[in-house]
């Protein structure tokens, strides 16, 4: 702009000075614009309007004022009235005041930014309300809070409101998939506790069948296990879905312990009969009835095969399977041979039990010699017969003895039932302690005492005498838990003969056969061989009930397995969004479908997820993709305008321009953000306007040439053809009213002496408007009209030098 105003004005020449208007005199001058100065410096102190800031920056007296009362004002189209007042007289107030309107404009592109980002929040905060991705979902909620904490203030009350209703939905489905998250890990450890419940029992049944016969586990200690593993199976089945055949080996081991208990139970309680039988054999053989309550007691007791069988059993056992006595055979040399030696070795280990103080051993093998003994000749008898006498004895100086030492301890045992008789304890603990003291009784080898035995059997009566109303009420339990199945049977029963499966609500047979298991096993403890019966007719309508279930949830397996195979087929679908719609699509069919099998659905779920989430993760590719893309172009459009900002109309050049426009035109093709693209636009027109600006300061400065070469009668340049034309319709105008037109376009004022003539003009333009006559297009038209006139149409003698000079200063004035 320099270098144009300096071509401008390089051709003007000094023109005489006006003559001296009458003047004030320059105190009474001073003291005006004092008076003045201090007035509008008193508006500007109090609180002036905005119609008082606009004409004070204006005509303020001093630049300090107009300056004070423009940095004042705010609004916006005041801001223009001032800035176009001023260019071109207040070169400070006319740079201050554009700088607050390019504040402005700043402010408004990021105010327009700020809501264009809170729109956008709040539509990936619904977005991520109903998106089905589980994919960081938590995080993503997270990083969203994070965004909206940093313009939360700027967001008005509805889209405050419009975000939280989002945030909402959002925490809701956390919540869900925080629920689905604990129900399944509830599912896993349900399974864990199933197999090492089943796990617990196997290895408990595999101690009890290697464990001594001599030696069995404490009954209490295998009760509670089988009562805790009973009730840990119930919570670990409880409202989940178990196999069939974890279910069958859970049943087979817990009855198998169970079967031993009971075994076990009698045992103990049938342990001094059986001891007392036994010291009844005579010749290894019983009597016949003895034989017979032998028989009676073993079937009592039922012991279970597969486990170690106690000693007492086992001898009963052998001597009801012996044969009866036959007459003895001759039996040939050989024979005798072995069966002396068998004899002699069995003398041997008898010496060696009675040197060990064995009671419990020496008798059986004594037992045993007198048996091989009979199975000798006379000649072998008798060879060996001072032995057996010898070593019979000291068998009974054995037991003797044991029987002095045993004696305060059996004693003891006696007076211990005796208290425990007068004790009031749990039933259960109580008979429990009756059970091990026995056990202790027999554990010393029983006493030669009948009178002892009798205090101790007595004392044992009287103890377990509270237990039998317990164990009797336990027994009436059984059988009302026994009552409950066969209800539950008849329930099930009734309910198949009188119901249409086919046409009947799945979900809700479903439910009665979940139902149905759940009493059943709430319907515990029954009697195991009572209950055989019952459970056999409860699996047969289980499985009359399951079986068409099971046919549809096959069917419904197939379907859901049929949409997750179109599921698939939709990750490479085009376009995207008519594959995500498919996916949504595919979720509602998904929901109607009806009941399957729980570990086959969260098969085909987990499938059918995975599908969808490839799908909706393209579409969140593709945002990645469009939002990075975004920011490129972001960062370019910054890049550039930066450099474009500095093009200034002091500073800018022509071909600068044109190459700024060009880079701005192809940087516009790019895929950037709203904000950015509404800076680019407006930078787009600046540069345009700068680049209109210096077009027409060119136009003018050719004009400054005309009318400079008319004015010096020089040799005039070729004028426009069309000058002619416009010259022609002005042809009436004298050269002072062509001055004054151009004044009154260019919006300066016009000298006093002709402000006459510029109201008669200004009422004879508007009377033109009013009327519709023609007003001679646009002000750069009717201008140049004026110049064209001013070089073809006037005569030498009219075009004065301070009219040339009016004429060019309303032009450079018309630069806007």
């Known amino acids: 702009m320099a270098a144009f105003i300096r071509k401008l004005f390089k051709n003007r020449k000094a023109q ?30 109090g609180q002036p309007t905005l119609a008082q800031l606009e004409q004070l920056s ?92 940093q313009i939360e203030a700027q967001a008005s009350a509805e889209q405050a409101s419009a975000f939280l209703n989002a945030c909402s939905g959002c925490r809701e489905r956390i919540q869900t998939f925080a629920a689905a998250a604990a129900e399944q890990q509830r599912h896993a ?128 056992n052998t001597l009801i399977k012996t044969p009866a006595a036959r007459p003895d055979k001759p039996l040939d040399d050989e024979q005798q041979k072995q069966n002396a030696r068998a004899f002699s070795d069995t003398l041997d280990q008898l010496e060696q039990a009675l040197e060990a103080r064995q009671l419990k051993e020496s008798r059986q093998l004594f037992k045993k010699a007198q048996q091989l003994q009979k199975a000798l000749n006379k000649a072998n008898a008798r060879s060996h017969q001072a032995r057996l006498q010898l070593l019979g004895g000291q068998l009974r100086e054995l037991n003797d003895w044991q029987g002095f030492a045993t004696g305060p301890k059996q004693l003891a045992l006696c007076e211990q039932m005796e208290y425990l008789a007068d004790q009031p304890m749990d039933p259960e603990a109580k008979a429990e302690r009756i059970k091990e003291l026995q056990n202790e009784w027999r554990e010393l080898g029983g006493s030669s005492d009948r009178t002892l035995w009798d205090r101790f059997k007595k004392a044992s009566d009287a103890a377990y005498e509270p237990c039998k109303a317990y164990f009797a009420a336990k027994s009436g339990l059984k059988q009302t838990n026994l009552d409950k199945r066969s209800t539950i049977c008849d329930e099930l029963e009734t309910f198949l003969n009188n119901t249409d499966l086919s046409r009947s609500d799945w979900k809700a047979i479903d439910q009665i056969l979940r139902t149905a298991r759940a009493e059943w096993k709430a319907a515990w403890p029954v009697e195991f061989r009572d209950n055989r019966t019952v459970q056999k007719r409860f699996d047969a309508l289980l499985k009359r009930l399951e079986s068409p279930l099971n046919a549809e949830r096959e069917k419904n397996e197939q379907l859901k397995q049929a949409i997750v195979e179109r599921a698939q087929a939709l990750k490479e679908l085009e376009p995207l969004a008519e594959a995500m719609n498919q996916a949504k699509a595919l979720q509602g069919e998904w929901q109607a479908i009806g009941i399957t099998r729980h570990r086959e659905d969260r098969k085909l779920w987990r499938a059918f997820r995975q599908a969808c989430d490839a799908v909706f993760d393209r579409r969140e590719a593709e945002r990645s993709a469009h939002q990075q893309e975004t920011e490129a172009a972001d960062q370019r459009l910054r890049d550039a305008l930066a450099q474009t900002s500095r093009l200034t109309d002091q500073s800018v050049t022509g071909d600068a321009l044109a190459q700024a426009l060009e880079e701005l035109n192809k940087l516009s093709q790019q895929p950037a953000s709203r904000p950015m693209s509404d800076q680019l636009a407006a930078e787009r027109s600046r540069l345009k306007a700068l680049q209109a600006l210096q077009v027409q300061a060119d136009r003018i400065a050719s004009w400054h040439q005309y009318i400079d070469a008319c004015l010096d009668n020089s040799a005039m340049p070729t004028l426009p053809e069309a000058w002619n034309r416009r010259s022609q319709a002005l042809a009436e105008l004298s050269a002072r009213e062509l001055v004054v037109r151009a004044e009154i376009l260019s919006e300066i004022p016009s000298p006093e002496h002709d402000q006459a003539l510029r109201m008669e003009i200004q009422v004879q333009r508007l009377s033109d408007g009013l009327g519709g006559g023609n007003t001679g297009g646009n002000s750069r038209d009717q201008l140049e009209s004026l110049v064209a006139h001013w070089c073809i149409g006037l005569d030498q003698s009219d075009r004065a030098a301070d009219m040339a000079e009016r004429l060019k200063l309303a032009l450079n004035a018309s630069i806007s």
């Open 189 to 316: 450890n349900q399974s864990q506790q199933r197999a090492s419940t089943i796990e617990l029992l196997e290895a408990t049944l595999d101690d009890l069948k290697d464990s001594a016969a001599h030696a069995l586990p404490s009954l209490s200690a295998v009760d509670a296990l089988q009562k805790t593993q009973e009730i840990r199976w119930l919570e670990a089945t409880r409202d989940t879905q178990v196999q069939k055949s974890e279910q069958k080996q859970y049943e087979t081991a817990m009855q198998a312990l169970k079967a031993f208990l009971v075994a076990a139970r009698r045992f103990s309680t049938a342990t001094a009969s059986l001891q007392a039988l036994l010291d009844q054999v005579s010749d290894n053989t019983l009597a016949e009835p003895q034989l017979t309550e032998a028989k009676t007691l073993l079937g009592d007791i039922a012991w279970p095969p597969g486990f170690a069988v106690p000693e007492q059993l086992r001898q009963l």
């Open 58 to 149: 204006i005509d303020g007296v001093t630049a300090d004022i107009r300056q004070r009362a423009a940095s004042t004002i705010d609004d916006r189209d005041t801001l223009n009235r001032v800035q176009k007042a001023s260019k071109g007289k207040d070169k400070g107030v006319y740079q201050l005041v554009r700088n607050k309107l390019q504040e402005i404009k700043q402010a408004e592109a990021a105010l327009s930014e700020t809501r264009e980002r809170i729109q956008a929040l709040i539509r990936q905060a619904e977005e991520q309300a109903r998106s089905e991705d589980t994919n960081l979902y938590e995080a993503r909620f997270e990083a969203l809070l994070k965004q909206w904490e």
């Open 16 to 45: 005489p000075a006006p003559e001296p208007k009458p003047q004030a005199p320059i105190a009474e001058a001073r003291d005006r614009q004092d008076e003045l100065k201090s007035e509008q410096d008193s508006i500007l102190k």
